[in-house]
Nanobody, 117 residues
Framework: VQLQASGGGLVQAGDSLRLSCVLSGRPFSSARMGWFRQAPGKGRDILAT????????VYFGSVKGRFTIFRDKAKNTVYLQMNSTKPDDTAVYYCALDPGSGAWGYWGQGTLVTVSS
């Protein structure tokens, strides 16, 4: 299993951005995928998760109401739609897969998002 994240870049505060994470290989039926981020000098924070089969989502922290996680099973891809971006959203964003064990065992390489004020 490999994850390939993309879509990062430089945006202005208030702009929207969509990140993508392509999964190679078929996820397990009980899998969930998540998006995380790590700002400079800080730890890695979980943002949102989605169940692969049902599409059920969970959101964490300040991204609630601004970010949306969703998956396209036909494309083996998970997205993070980022709206109303803020400078505090500047970070490296990672996607990850929990194959059903409860642990995030697979990680993408990260994509940098920079939000200017």
């Amino acid at each position: 299993v490999q994850l390939q994240a993309s879509g990062g870049g430089l945006v202005q505060a208030g702009d929207s951005l969509r990140l993508s994470c392509v999964l190679s290989g078929r996820p397990f039926s009980s899998a969930r995928m998540g998006w995380f981020r790590q700002a400079p000098g800080k730890g890695r924070d979980i943002l949102a998760t989605v169940r692969w089969i049902t599409g059920a989502t969970v959101y964490f922290g300040s991204v609630k109401g601004r970010f949306t996680i969703f998956r396209d099973k036909a494309k083996n891809t998970v997205y993070l739609q980022m709206n109303s971006t803020k400078p505090d959203d500047t970070a490296v964003y990672y996607c990850a897969l929990d194959p059903g064990s409860g642990a995030w065992g697979y990680w993408g390489q990260g994509t940098l998002v920079t939000v200017s004020s």
